[in-house]
């Protein structure tokens, strides 16, 4: 190293640290090795960030710091230490134990015979290998700068990864709320990666994502501002919209995304203005994010699709009971809200109410003297009638398609019994599976208090009354305890969906 750089005296050294800057960690036995590549590099910035030093004495030490601290961006790295292979051995941990890839390694040996470079270099996955005596002020530099760059570089790239996964995660999404929210969480990582690849990187970004609703007001779905809640567009977003269009700014941007069904807004506050390149990539990679948001949509159609079909299906099945289409509309509702108040995530509460309308589905296959009977069945009418529940599971177990599975364990089982009294097998308790149990509850509350072709709908007092009496027999009790602690949201649902001679 040249010796001219010695001169600098430690006070000055003192004044020149900085932080949150490149983390670098110099690994070497010889504490003026430490002193000297501090020194050297002590005014040194690569993309407006100075060096954060860290600093080993052995290989121990270093493997230490990598566990604690994984950001680190380059390691230089003595071979011969406490032991003649302790560098190697860092590498190795680094690599291998770690599995970090991204941080940047050079080997600096002052003993190249120990190691000789062609060995290390094939066998050893590191990034330079310098000979400590060929290592001036100015080579050190280059190869700090070269280095950083690369790790740079890569961490752009991993970002830009995660946010592709995301994004076609997101579009693999049926649920809308779920979708959306991971698609633009994903959107939001990749524009990061895209402004993160030219020489000089945005820092201190601003993001936040709106979705404009009817009433045209701004409703963030995402926001690094705290307390972000619905406003009026400022000027750029409101040019944005007007233009239908990006919109670049001084610091700012607006990614403007928008089909029939979402309009999406990305509001971005960097420090500096945009360069040519990047506002080219950035229009490049709305065109994807477009597309990525019409595959939401159409899957967003599409379970709609099924879910209407399910309703009419289900319509249909009660309208040959002679009982009202809007008991399955009832009992998908109430079995939402059961999921919800379960604590079951977004998916499986809706999965409950999309496919709980197939619950009596197998009464096509009764016949209409039996279904119709406004009287009590005699012994052998009851024994057909309880086929309906199988029935139903053989008309739909075979279907590869998710709701239609739930739809056949609700058909077969919402008729069986805590207690172990029920139908078709006879299961017990927790044997029978949670939508099977829910759907016996809440098919029961809501077949009570609405009008049927043998009797007329119970008042709420006595239906209460019965659900208490058949807790732990009929009904599971937990799910007991849940209903009537939320009595008030089971009975908004009905009151909304009220059949026209339902009884009090």
């Known amino acids: 190293m040249d010796d001219d750089i010695l001169i600098i005296d430690d006070d000055t050294e003192q004044q020149l640290e900085h932080k949150d800057g490149w983390k670098v960690l110099v690994v070497d036995d010889e504490p003026e090795v430490h002193r000297i590549t501090k020194i050297t590099l002590a005014q040194f910035q690569f993309d407006n960030k100075p060096i954060e030093f860290l600093h080993a004495y052995s290989g121990e030490e270093a493997q230490a710091i990598m566990r604690n601290e994984p950001d680190v961006a380059l390691i230089l790295l003595d071979v011969v230490m406490e032991t003649d292979s302790s560098g190697l051995d860092v590498v190795r941990y680094v690599r291998d134990t770690l599995e970090n890839r991204r941080v940047r390694i050079v080997l600096r040996t002052g003993q190249p015979g120990q190691a000789p470079e062609d060995d290390v270099v094939a066998n050893y996955d590191i990034n330079d290998y310098k000979d400590k005596t060929e290592l001036t002020s100015q080579k050190l530099r280059t190869l700090i700068r070269a280095s950083l760059r690369s790790y740079r570089d890569i961490c752009a790239l991993d970002r830009n990864r995660k946010g592709l996964e995301k994004v076609i995660e997101a579009s693999k999404g049926i649920f809308e709320k ?215 599971y053989d008309m739909l177990r075979g279907s590869d398609i998710p709701m239609f599975q739930v739809g056949a364990l609700i058909a077969l089982n919402h008729h069986e019994k805590w207690d172990g009294s029920g139908y078709p097998q006879g299961l017990k308790g927790e044997d029978i599976p949670l939508e099977g149990r829910i759907t016996a509850l809440v098919d029961v509350f809501d077949a009570l208090g609405s009008d049927r072709c043998y009797k007329k709908a119970w008042p709420l007092e006595k239906i209460l009354q019965l659900i208490e009496e058949e807790r732990g027999r009929h009904f599971d009790p937990s799910l007991v305890t849940l209903m009537l602690e939320n009595l008030d949201d089971f009975l908004a649902i009905r009151d909304q969906y009220k059949d026209e001679f339902q009884g009090s």
């Open 178 to 392: 779920q979708a959306l929210r991971a698609f633009v969480e994903g959107a939001l990582q990749q524009l990061n990666a895209l402004l993160a690849l030219e020489e000089t990187s945005l820092y201190s970004l601003k993001r936040t994502a709106y979705e404009i609703r009817d009433s045209e007001a701004l409703a963030p779905i995402l926001s690094d501002l705290d307390g972000a809640q619905e406003s009026s567009p400022s000027s750029i977003i409101q040019q944005a919209l007007e233009l239908r269009k990006n919109v670049y700014h001084d610091n700012e941007l607006v990614i403007y995304c928008k089909n029939p069904r979402h309009c999406i807004l990305f509001h971005i506050e960097g420090t500096r203005p945009l360069s040519e390149v990047e506002t080219n990539l950035l229009n490049l990679f709305t065109e994807n994010i477009i597309i990525a948001l019409e595959n939401i949509r159409l899957n967003e159609l599409l379970a709609d699709n099924q879910r209407e079909i399910i309703y009419r299906i289900g319509e249909i099945v009660e309208t040959r009971s002679r009982e009202s289409g809007l008991h399955v509309k009832r009992v998908a509702l109430y079995c939402e809200l059961f999921g919800r108040l379960l604590g079951l995530s977004e998916e499986q509460s809706e999965m409950l109410k999309r496919a709980s309308p197939l619950h009596d589905i197998g009464k096509i296959g009764i016949p209409d003297a039996i279904l119709h009977k406004p009287g009590k069945l005699e012994p052998e009418e009851w024994s057909v009638m309880k086929q309906h529940a199988q029935i139903g």
